[in-house]
């Protein structure tokens, strides 16, 4: 199992910005993809955006053109980049990381889906 630890939450005022970052906390190969999921009171959980090996995210409509993912230099970290927060935006955010490492000589691998904890993001209107 990965652990994964998150920072970069906080309370914010609308329109203003916060930088989420998630780091394994050990060095870990084979990622293929990470991701930011949020989950606001009383709703489920929903991604927000995700960055594949090769450095390509994807966002949820609701935050196009304004969160930016990226990869640290030792691809191992994520940001979340959140720019004109909105109030809707608040929610616990979560990371997730996907891949597989291979565990033996014969080059069988093993699959893992770990999440971290979360960070809570507040939103003053």
């Known amino acids: 199992q990965v652990q994964l630890v998150e920072s970069g939450g906080g309370l914010v005022q609308s329109g203003g910005s916060l930088r989420l970052s998630c780091a394994p906390s050990?060095?870990?190969?084979?990622?293929?993809?990470m991701g930011w999921y949020r989950q606001a009171p009383g709703k489920g959980r929903e991604l927000v955006a995700s960055?594949?090996?090769?450095?390509?995210?994807t966002y949820a409509d609701s935050v196009k053109g304004r969160f930016t993912s990226s990869r640290g230099p030792a691809r191992n970290t994520v940001y979340l980049q959140m720019n004109s927060l909105k109030p809707e935006d608040a929610a616990w955010y979560y990371c997730?990381?996907?891949?597989?490492?291979?565990?033996?000589?014969?080059?069988?691998?093993?699959?893992?889906?770990?999440w971290g904890l979360g960070t809570q993001v507040t939103v003053s209107s």
């Open positions: 050990r060095s870990i190969s084979g990622i293929k993809t």
């Open positions: 960055i594949n090996a090769a450095g390509e995210s």
């Open positions: 997730k990381v996907k891949g597989s490492v291979v565990v033996n000589v014969e080059g069988a691998t093993r699959e893992y889906d770990d």
